[in-house]
């Protein structure tokens, strides 16, 4: 069964350092998104991407981050200054017109 | 703008008890999709149902039933005869009916069943 894969599964790093979090989505799938979810609180979401451009994106999704569909199979989500609050789970995800599938999510620790 | 409300923050129970997940949205679309997912501890997030703003029928997949009443704006679910291994925190979903689906989710209820 075709899922949604997310890389690394854990990222540890330094405040005001870069970080790339990678996503692999189903490869059918036209809509792409990225959510958050700091500890144990509810998922938020953060952005979607379509036609290779941001067609949504919430308050949360600032300056220090992006996203990028670099060629035909990754979507990355990239914060440029990490702050110790950007510290959360990100999950990918994609559909089609009927289902988001998501992936197994990130865990980015900021220390 | 739309919202989901899931009042209970924890609910306990004993294994073989029923227990039923409160979830109460609000949206002024008319056409609008109504999600349910679990997050066991592992942290992913598990599909478990979709459901249309036009199909109020109840759903049964196996010990689990999801009652949908729009002239309450609320999308309960019931996990009858719990088991152990449906400790996990559970949350509930809105998105829009439109290509591309912005899920709004819910606040979350975890659920601890105990042997």
């Known amino acids: 069964e075709p899922e949604v894969t997310q890389t690394p599964s854990h990222q540890v790093t330094q405040m005001g350092q870069e970080v790339i979090l990678r996503c692999v989505p189903i490869?059918?799938?036209?809509?792409f998104y990225w959510y958050r979810q700091i500890l144990g609180q509810k998922v938020e979401f953060l952005v979607s991407?379509?036609?290779?451009?941001?067609?949504?994106k919430s308050e949360i999704f600032d300056d220090q981050f992006s996203v990028e569909r670099p060629d035909g199979s990754n979507f990355t989500l990239k914060i440029r200054s990490t702050k110790l609050e950007d510290s959360a789970m990100y999950f990918c995800a994609s559909s089609d017109p009927d289902n988001p599938f998501f992936g197994p999510g990130t865990r980015l620790t900021v220390l | 703008a739309q919202k989901v409300t899931q009042a209970q923050t924890e609910i306990s129970v004993v294994e073989k008890e029923d227990v039923t997940l409160d979830c109460v949205y609000e949206t002024r679309d008319t056409t609008y999709y109504l999600f349910w997912y679990k997050q066991p501890p592992s942290g992913e997030l598990v599909f478990l149902i979709r459901?249309?703003?036009?199909?109020?029928q109840n759903e049964i997949s196996g010990r689990y039933s999801w009652n949908f009443q729009k002239s309450t704006s609320s999308f309960n679910f019931t996990i009858t005869a719990s088991q152990v291994v449906d400790s996990a925190v559970y949350f509930c979903?809105?998105?829009?009916?439109?290509?591309?689906?912005?899920?709004?989710f819910g606040t979350g209820t975890r659920l601890l069943v105990s042997p």
């Open positions: 979903a809105l998105s829009e009916a439109r290509g591309f689906q912005k899920l709004v």
């Open positions: 490869s059918n799938h036209l809509y």
């Open positions: 459901r249309n703003s036009f199909d109020e």
């Open positions: 991407f379509y036609n290779n451009e941001i067609s949504e």
